[in-house]
Every structure is written in C-alpha cells, then in structure tokens.
C-alpha cells in the first residue's frame, strides 16, 4: 500500500511538472517579449494555474492557451481569493526595509508603523496624507517614488530641501511647490526597491506584519488595518 501511494504521489508531482513545462513552453512562444514567468501553482478551482508575471497574479489552464487577467472570488464567502493570495506571495519583511530612504515621521507614542510608497503628482496619494493626519499614534516611513512623468524633478526637490518632511506635506496638503534644488537624491534607489517589491502603483502600504495594500484606505480603515498588523 505504501508503494503504491508513493507511486501515485510520485505521478501527481509528475503531472504537475508537465503541466508547468506546458504553460512555460507556450507562454515562451506566443509571447517571447512577455517578462518571466516569475512563479507557477496549481489552484484547487477547476484546474487553473495561478502565474505570477511582473509581479501580478494571472491565470492560465494546463496547456496555457488561454490567459486570465482578473479576480477569483469564492461565490459562498464572497472572498477574494486572489487578493488573499496576493497578500501571502508578496508579503514583506518590515524590518528589513531600508528605512534610510524613506522620510520617517513619529505620530503619538509612534508604536504602530506604516511604510508606503508616494507619488507627488498622485492624486489618490494627496488624499491618503490628508486621512493619514487622521491617525495617531503611528510611526510613518514615506518612500518617495516618482512614477509619474515630472515627478523625479519633483521627488529631487524634496529630497534636497531644508525640510524635506515639511516640504512633503506643504505640496500634498497645500499644493505649494517645493522650491527648485539640487543634492544627490535617494530616488532610483527606491525605484529599484519598489521594483523588487513588486510595487506596481501609488500609493502602496506596507504595515508591520508585512502586508501590502495597494491603493488609496481611509482613516477608519488605516485604524483597523494598523492594529491588526500590531497584534503579535
């Protein structure tokens, strides 16, 4: 008996190399110019394959003829599955980001931390700092990303001025510009780190427990997600 299931163990593994060879081969040949397949799983739900490509999660069946660009939800919990999983690939060591290139900035007793990437000229950016001035008793670490065209200038404007911290939040919370300047910016460093990162869009959170949250929350929802993330 144990053979055999060693036997149908050794079969399934099998199946699921051919079907990773497969997807490899004809992703390799329809699109040749695509980024690298970065990861590749069978899912439980009717035989689809998740793939990471770039740092996004996608879709594909066995012989990866067709590709799916979306989110799979569970019908009966109404969960999404792929932002759960999302959560899980791409989580973060907290501690071990480079907190030398971010503008740190203590809140209250400064015991929860909230790590993110920012865009000058982000629109959902400027509305994240005003609910971000909701919110005490938070240590915040802000990675300048300049992913919008001009913004490197403007990102380079920051870094070099007096007070970059203050010159940060007199652009988001009051739209008055950063004065022109000149210094060596920390900026393509963060780019890099972004990319690593798998940092696709602004604004982008990273808290304690080194879940990532893209996009925009509001200060109800920033309080929430702060204190589970501080639980041990």
Same mark, same amino acid.
């Given at each position: 008996?144990?053979?055999?299931?060693?036997?149908?163990?050794?079969?399934? %593994?099998?199946?699921?190399?051919?079907?990773?060879?497969?997807?490899?081969?004809?992703?390799?040949?329809?699109?040749? !110019?695509?980024?690298?397949?970065?990861?590749?799983?069978?899912?439980?739900?009717?035989?689809?394959?998740?793939?990471?490509?770039?740092?996004?999660?996608?879709?594909? $069946?066995?012989?990866?003829?067709?590709?799916? $660009?979306?989110?799979?939800?569970?019908?009966? !919990?109404?969960?999404?599955?792929?932002?759960?999983?999302?959560?899980?690939?791409?989580?973060?060591?907290?501690?071990?980001?480079?907190?030398?290139?971010?503008?740190?900035?203590?809140?209250?007793?400064?015991?929860?931390?909230?790590?993110?990437?920012?865009?000058?000229?982000?629109?959902?950016?400027?509305?994240?700092?005003?609910?971000?001035?909701?919110?005490?008793?938070? !240590?915040?670490?802000?990675?300048?990303?300049?992913?919008?065209?001009?913004?490197?200038?403007?990102?380079?404007?920051?870094?070099?001025?007096?007070?970059?911290?203050? !010159?940060? $939040?007199?652009?988001?919370?009051?739209?008055?510009?950063?004065?022109?300047?000149?210094?060596?910016?920390?900026?393509?460093?963060?780019? %890099?780190?972004?990319?690593?990162?798998?940092?696709?869009?602004?604004?982008?959170?990273?808290?304690?427990?080194?879940?990532?949250?893209?996009?925009?929350?509001?200060?109800?929802?920033?309080?929430?997600?702060?204190?589970?993330?501080?639980?041990?």
């Amino acid at each position: 008996m144990k053979k055999i299931f060693a036997l149908l163990l050794c079969a399934i %593994a099998t199946l699921a190399h051919a079907g990773e060879a497969e997807i490899r081969a004809s992703f390799g040949s329809k699109f040749p !110019t695509m980024e690298k397949i970065e990861h590749i799983v069978k899912t439980p739900y009717s035989g689809l394959y998740e793939i990471v490509i770039g740092g996004q999660i996608m879709y594909t $069946d066995e012989l990866g003829t067709y590709l799916f $660009d979306g989110s799979v939800i569970d019908m009966a !919990t109404r969960t999404n599955l792929t932002e759960k999983r999302s959560q899980e690939l791409f989580a973060i060591d907290f501690d071990k980001l480079p907190f030398d290139l971010a503008m740190k900035r203590v809140k209250g007793n400064g015991k929860r931390k909230l790590a993110y990437f920012s865009d000058p000229n982000c629109g959902y950016c400027k509305k994240l700092e005003k609910e971000l001035a909701k919110v005490s008793d938070v !240590t915040l670490y802000v990675f300048l990303y300049p992913i919008f065209q001009g913004s490197d200038v403007m990102v380079r404007n920051i870094h070099c001025a007096k007070d970059p911290l203050k !010159t940060w $939040d007199a652009w988001m919370l009051n739209s008055v510009t950063p004065p022109a300047a000149t210094c060596k910016s920390s900026a393509e460093k963060v780019l %890099a780190l972004g990319k690593r990162l798998h940092v696709n869009g602004t604004p982008n959170l990273i808290f304690a427990n080194g879940i990532q949250s893209p996009g925009y929350l509001p200060a109800d929802e920033l309080q929430k997600s702060l204190d589970a993330a501080s639980i041990k």
